[in-house]
């Protein structure tokens, strides 16, 4: 698969490329943007893939996030695909904010005019990776995932769908529980259907419920000020309710003061690279 | 000739410069001498001011008592005058109304008169009016005892005696059979005119003043460890003085000597050393203690009896802490000095080495529990967590579910915990300013404090309702708790 790079950038002794690619899971051509810290010249490194959240590109994370130093400093790849294929054409797709481009919500799409592009969960699990250790100095069994909102949404199931590929796990104010939110229901209805059987298989309160794979250890910070948790949006209780019934460690801090911007991304993220680290260079 | 005159003068000149660095010595030691001296007669008229001033203070109390107390007794006579005058005043009028009285009445009248005479009689004859002061109008001033302040002021001018001169061990070859070359040392605060030297000769079959002095006893107890390091205290083993101690480690033949009971000395990580001390003193060397095992892997510590709680109890290995199901009642509880007194908990004895320290906490389901550090010296009536001198994880155990609290300053961020810790893993860091707890069971990170320890800290253990904790050091930090 051809890889054309679209921008390199020297940051924190590293490198933040951006690349684009004609994916065959979304049938269009997308970007993603990869961090290569100093380690990467001589080493594999671990790789963490970050997913962003409703109307992100791949730009906001690498610009707002400050992630970088981190990255550097333990040695970490970090992939930032787009969050939605782009450029489809297709009716009512720019319609909303919160469905269609820029809203993919990390399912495979079964319902029409969606179900031949929006596959952004086998392009997240299945093309990208494939994609990055066939072009990248990475160890292709060290690989973590995080994301925030949508992204947190898309991190957490893709870590319970896929018990043992990803070394760990954490989102920033991620929706736990879609099929209760409004935002989880219009997207499912659209990509999925009426089936609410179908949703279940994207939910992370439901998957973790009936988990069982290698022990999962989840890192979960919220912004208590964040308009979307008082708009009961995000449901982090529920999620965590059933992860203290089925003994799945998560640790979940509500930050006072913080919102659901990426000003609030940027205050933890040094947290969640060293809790990633952790597991990818154990 | 010339020549010779220039080394003459040439002469001339360093002898003048020899001259002038010998006054400059010279004029320094005078300076000195009167910077002593004036401090010397600062310090003592300072003590002579004081006792007069002490003095003054006294006496001026002993007079207003007095003055106090014989304004009373005026007062009191003065009062008792005045009843005095009243009575004699109601009498007089009496017996005018009677002498005013109509004479047709006067054989009663007589008879009044007869039993008034009667009455102002034996009136008058009961007051003895007392004119004279009950008190006298002068003070008592007894003599002022001011002698040993004039003792003061004598011993001013006196210079103070020497402290006793040292005598240095005796040099090798320095005794002949008739001769002995005797060396001393004295403290340069001294001024000494001339010394005296005293001299006995010591019967061969007396036993020698100096014996070898007891073997110490390591205080188990009161020993801890860590990495680079390990603290060694003991118990002197000799009711005479001893000068010196020798602690032995026997793996490296490494030899350290110290003053006190108590030696902290560098080792190396990982290793296991047999370390035992020795007294010495003018006889030579004690017989060595009995060996201590120490092992450097891991940070290893006791708990300190002496601060826990009277509601704590101890295990025998000294590890495990229980808070009993009895209520013990106030009275019976002995609370001393350094135990906490509403907190029920015990601080442990971490070595004082900067670093990394680890130790782990085993606890069960049930039990709440304050587990963290805390410098030395805080406050014994306060709650761990609670004030700025402590910092800790707090379970508390509802009915529903497991609260978790990081306490310091009272204060503690919003988290939520899903799988109950029983094995806690606290990894402390000074030199980064870091304080982790972990599930040490899943390896999970659940807190770091970040604070600049400004001293030395403790590890602190509480139970804030009955149960148990177990203490587990010695233990190799894992590699995940100092990322």
Same mark, same amino acid.
């Given at each position: 698969m051809a890889l054309t790079q679209v921008s390199s950038n020297k940051c924190a002794g590293g490198f933040q490329k951006v690349f684009e690619h004609d994916s065959t899971e979304l049938k269009c051509k997308m970007k993603f943007a990869i961090y290569l810290p100093p380690k990467a010249e001589t080493d594999k490194c671990p790789v963490l893939y970050w997913l962003s959240g409703l109307t992100c590109t791949e730009q906001n994370f690498i610009t707002k996030a400050g992630s970088q130093l981190a990255a550097a400093e333990h040695g970490i790849i970090i992939v930032a695909p787009d969050t939605s294929p782009r450029g489809c054409n297709i009716e009512g797709e720019d319609e909303s904010w919160d469905f269609g481009t820029g809203a993919g919500f990390y399912v495979n799409a079964t319902q029409d005019p969606w179900k031949t592009n929006y596959r952004m969960y086998s392009y997240v699990t299945e093309e990208l990776p494939k994609l990055i250790n066939a072009n990248f100095s990475t160890d292709p069994d060290r690989m973590s995932i995080s994301g925030h909102s949508m992204g947190g949404h898309g991190a957490l199931i893709c870590a319970l769908k896929n018990p !043992?590929?990803?070394?760990a796990v954490s989102a920033f104010?991620?929706?736990?529980?879609p099929v209760q939110c409004p935002w989880g229901q219009k997207a499912f209805t659209g990509y999925l259907g009426a089936d609410r059987s179908a949703w279940e298989a994207y939910d992370a309160t439901v998957l973790a419920a009936s988990y069982s794979g290698p022990q999962l250890d989840i890192l979960i910070d919220q912004g208590r000020d964040d308009q979307f948790l008082s708009a009961s949006q995000l449901l982090p209780d529920n999620l965590i309710a059933v992860c203290s019934e089925k003994k799945i460690p998560v640790v979940f801090r509500l930050q006072p003061g913080y919102d659901h911007s990426y000003f609030f991304i940027y205050s933890f993220i040094n947290d969640h690279i060293k809790h990633h680290a952790k597991y990818l260079n154990a | 000739e010339i020549a010779s005159i220039r080394n003459q003068l040439q002469g001339k000149v360093a002898e003048m410069e020899n001259f002038a660095g010998h006054l400059e010595e010279i004029f320094l030691t005078v300076e000195e001498n009167f910077g002593r001296q004036e401090q010397h007669l600062e310090q003592h008229y300072n003590d002579v001011l004081q006792t007069l001033s002490q003095r003054y203070d006294d006496r001026e109390t002993g007079l207003q008592e007095e003055k106090k107390s014989k304004l009373e007794s005026l007062y009191k006579q003065l009062v008792a005058c005045g009843q005095a005058l009243d009575t004699s005043k109601e009498l007089i009028e009496t017996a005018q109304e009677v002498y005013r009285?109509?004479?047709?009445?006067l054989f009663l009248k007589v008879a009044q008169l007869g039993l008034l005479r009667d009455f102002f009689f034996l009136e008058f004859a009961k007051e003895d009016i007392d004119l004279s002061l009950s008190t006298s109008l002068e003070f008592s001033t007894p003599l002022a005892d001011l002698s040993d302040v004039k003792t003061m002021m004598d011993s001013i001018n006196v210079v103070p005696a020497p402290s006793a001169p040292v005598i240095n061990p005796q040099l090798p070859n320095s005794a002949t059979q008739t001769s002995l070359h005797v060396c001393w040392s004295l403290f340069s605060d001294d001024t000494v005119e001339y010394y005296e030297l005293y001299y006995r000769p010591v019967l061969e079959d007396t036993p020698a003043d100096s014996t070898l002095p007891s073997p110490p006893a390591i205080k188990q107890r009161e020993c801890s460890s860590c990495p680079e390091a390990a603290l060694i205290r003991w118990e002197s083993g000799n009711t005479n003085p001893v000068d010196s101690y020798i602690v032995e480690?026997?793996?490296? !033949?490494t030899v350290v000597a110290v003053p006190t009971c108590q030696c902290l000395i560098q080792l190396q990580a990982g290793r296991q050393y047999l370390i035992s001390v020795r007294a010495v003193n003018i006889g030579g060397p004690s017989d060595r203690s009995d060996a201590i095992t120490i092992s450097t892997t891991g940070t290893f510590f006791y708990l300190l009896e002496d601060t826990a709680h009277p509601c704590l109890s101890m295990s025998e290995d000294g590890f495990t802490i229980f808070y009993g199901d009895e209520e013990l009642p106030i009275t019976a509880m002995a609370f001393e000095d350094n135990t906490f007194t509403r907190c029920v908990a015990i601080l442990g004895d971490l070595i004082p080495v900067r670093g990394r320290h680890y130790w782990e906490v085993e606890v069960d389901d049930e039990t709440e529990f304050r587990v963290g550090v805390a410098y030395e010296d805080t406050e014994r009536d306060g709650y761990l967590g609670a004030n700025g001198s402590s910092w800790c994880m707090r379970h508390i155990r509802t009915p529903s579910r497991h609260k978790y609290e990081f306490l310091h300053n009272g204060w503690s961020p919003d988290l939520r915990i899903t799988v109950h810790p029983v094995r806690i893993g606290v990894a402390l860091d000074y030199d980064r300013g870091t304080l982790s707890f972990f599930n040490a069971n899943l390896e999970q990170h659940l807190h770091t404090f970040h604070c600049r320890f400004h001293n030395y800290v403790h590890p602190c253990f509480s139970l804030d309702n009955p149960g148990a904790l177990t203490v587990h050091n010695g233990i190799q930090a894992p590699d995940y708790t100092f990322i």
């Open positions: !043992g590929k990803y070394k104010a991620p929706i736990c529980n | 009285c109509q004479d047709e009445r480690l026997s793996e490296t !033949g």
